[in-house]
């Protein structure tokens, strides 16, 4: 009788996804409040991540009467093409579209996910950076908030935005240009 | 603030249907189908993963046989802008054995779209799965049968080795004796001993 060979060891890493949110309304809502911030978690290959308002169809849930019940979806893969843990991203909004690193995804469409991606919806932005690691079986997600939207980093920024000016002034009224040492 | 959502599909939307038959060469004496809803017609959300395997809080479809795994593959809807319909990949979720699709292998995790007719072979099982189209966006229908013969034959993908069945009414195809006796009128009444 053939013993069972287990696909993965105690010590072998485990693909990590660091996801990191943003809204713009996050200092004063309680969207992440259902959310394991700072924290590790673990979950199986074989099961779909679902971010969305329902805490029960969901993995993870946002505390937002706007966001649709189900969201989105993430899902693992491999090809044989690469030893890693891959993953897609499905749109499971009926009401919207899912940008992905500015790619639109309409209900029930998906693609590969980069990389690195950021990915955005109503008005969030999630930016996911996957991290190879060996296990193939299980993954681990870690979650933060950003202080600053990541479009703005990744040169993503809503047109129309006017550059910020290093005056050191809250309004950004600059109308008259002054030297450098004069006391504003 | 209430919004009128808008509904994407209405009563009399035709659902996709997804046929899936089943056949496994041990099936007429073992109990493997009992947890299959054999004859009827069932509905799912296109939001959820249709999972087959052996464990039945696990999956959506389970199969009462030990050497199936716990979970064995999944089907996933899904859509592409190209075109209106609700198209399904398949994605191999056990880590003991490969999933053919057409005669191509998917290891574990791998994954490919589902054809529109699709033999799909895992253990020794054999699943002819047939998708129908429909208009609804939401959801999707599943009906499953088992055949009584096994649907590789008919795709001509059988097994290399197996000989071709002669129309000679003998039962062990032990057609050797047969060929000594030259041709024969075909109202002469073969006796062969």
Same mark, same amino acid.
């Given at each position: 009788r053939k013993s069972f060979q287990t !696909?993965? &060891?105690?010590?072998d890493l485990l693909t990590l996804l660091h996801i990191k949110f943003y809204h713009p309304q996050q200092h004063c809502k309680?969207?992440?409040?259902l959310l394991p911030l700072g924290t590790r978690s673990r979950h199986s290959a074989d099961d779909p991540l679902r971010l969305g308002r329902d805490a029960q169809a969901c993995t993870y849930s946002l505390a937002?009467? %706007?966001?649709?019940? %189900?969201?989105l979806a993430l899902n693992a893969y491999r090809t044989p093409k690469s030893p890693d843990m891959l993953f897609s991203i499905q749109n499971l909004s009926q009401r919207g579209q899912l940008s992905v690193n500015g790619s639109s995804l309409g209900y029930l469409e998906r693609m590969d996910l980069p990389d690195k991606a950021l990915i955005r919806f109503l008005e969030y932005e999630m930016l996911i950076v996957r991290e190879s690691g060996e296990a193939k079986t299980s993954f681990e997600v870690d979650m933060e908030v950003l202080t600053v939207p990541p479009s703005r980093e990744t040169c993503t920024?809503?047109?129309?935005r006017a550059p910020v000016m +290093? &005056?050191? !002034?809250? +309004?950004?009224?600059?109308?008259w240009p002054e030297e450098t040492e004069e006391t504003l």
């Open positions: !696909m993965e &060891t105690e010590e309680g969207f992440y409040g937002d009467p %706007k966001v649709s019940r %189900k969201q920024c809503v047109p129309g +290093d &005056t050191g !002034m809250v +309004d950004q009224n600059t109308a």
